[in-house]
């Protein structure tokens, strides 16, 4: 007769994991949708478990909430839980991880260029060796090749014989994302802004980690244009604000008039109006109804100046109003730069896609 003792079922660790991750994907996703505000996001949860069973049979909120503070991504300041800067980071990550998840095969690289030069990805091809390649790229097999061919066996290498690999020009870009935080990234209840903070997150995170040497500025745009850090992205939430595009696009200008870099572009999130502008007195001329002419005109006389410094412009539009639609059209073609009209659904895929495909191109 066999006996059989059965004692409590303890999950596996990998499927701890799993679970804590899972866990962690939501919490970063409502921080978003909270401004970043831990508390909110903290009784969203407690509202999914009740009526979703969320965290299940392994663990449960109060585990849930030390492993948040055991793992250094929230802290108790005072009464309130806090957003630490690891916190941040993490949601970072988890944007960047949902945006490519949806992403078709295809992108890999480090920003190579279509052309041959300085870097660190060899091709197959050779060529003659010239003074000041390094020794590392000598194709020894081809120089020894040239060799034989002239002398035989007898090995007397000459400096013609030497032919070293070609390697793939791997470049740096200066990017400036403006991101519009106007009254109309919520207007008649449509969330924009919560996606669109989304796609910035991911993609600060893919420079940060991907293109270290790359430059990246942040940039919000309403009544007024002004420069944000990487760590303040979570928490920021649209205002009753209009939409000084012009505003945003000079600021952006600047920026990139004081870096190095060849490369500059600036990729802007919005939904495509712009409605305000300063005067030179100083005062802020608005108008919500329609396509203001003296707005428009002055809006697309600092993309042309974007262009004349060699900037690009690429528009990523987050409504499908056909009037807006031209409006984009009209400042990509002044510009000579890229438009794209997506749903808020798959517009983190075109700005990645696009990011790292606009890097194998020299802007000259």
Request: charged share 30%; aromatic share 10%; proline share 3%.
């Amino acid at each position: 007769m066999l006996h059989f003792e059965y004692s409590k079922w303890v999950p596996e660790p990998d499927e701890q994991k799993n679970k804590l991750d899972e866990l962690m994907n939501i919490f970063s996703y409502i921080l978003i949708q909270t401004n970043g505000n831990v508390e909110e996001a903290l009784d969203w949860m407690k509202f999914l478990d009740n009526r979703y069973g969320i965290f299940g049979d392994e663990t449960n909120f109060e585990e849930f909430l030390q492993e948040l503070e055991r793992q250094g991504y929230i802290e108790r300041q005072k009464t309130v839980y806090v957003l630490t800067d690891k916190g941040g980071r993490r949601i970072r990550e988890d944007s960047l991880k949902h945006i490519f998840s949806s992403l078709k095969k295809g992108l890999s690289g480090s920003h190579d260029t279509p052309y041959e030069g300085e870097g660190v990805d060899r091709t197959s091809e050779t060529r003659p060796y010239r003074f000041g390649d390094p020794a590392t790229n000598i194709d020894f097999t081809s120089t020894l090749s040239n060799t034989i061919r002239r002398d035989g066996f007898d090995l007397r290498l000459q400096e013609e014989d030497f032919e070293v690999y070609e390697v793939e020009h791997t470049t740096a870009c200066a990017t400036v994302m403006l991101l519009d935080i106007s009254h109309s990234m919520i207007l008649y209840g449509e969330d924009r802004i919560s996606p669109a903070k989304r796609v910035a997150l991911a993609l600060a995170e893919l420079i940060l980690r991907k293109y270290p040497k790359d430059q990246l500025e942040l940039v919000l745009f309403g009544d007024q244009a002004k420069r944000v850090n990487v760590e303040d992205l979570p928490f920021v939430s649209v205002g009753p604000y209009h939409t000084n595009t012009k505003a945003a696009l000079g600021l952006a200008r600047n920026l990139l008039r004081r870096t190095r870099n060849v490369n500059k572009q600036v990729f802007m999130i919005t939904d495509g109006k712009p409605s305000a502008i300063y005067e030179k007195n100083g005062r802020l001329y608005r108008n919500s109804f329609g396509l203001d002419p003296k707005i428009v005109n002055r809006t697309l006389d600092e993309a042309v100046a974007c262009r004349r410094e060699k900037i690009t412009i690429c528009t990523f539009m987050v409504a499908q109003d056909p009037y807006l639609m031209s409006f984009v059209q009209k400042l990509t073609e002044m510009n000579r730069g890229r438009a794209y009209f997506s749903s808020l659904d798959n517009l983190g895929e075109y700005i990645l896609v696009d990011y790292v495909r606009n890097r194998k191109r020299r802007v000259s």
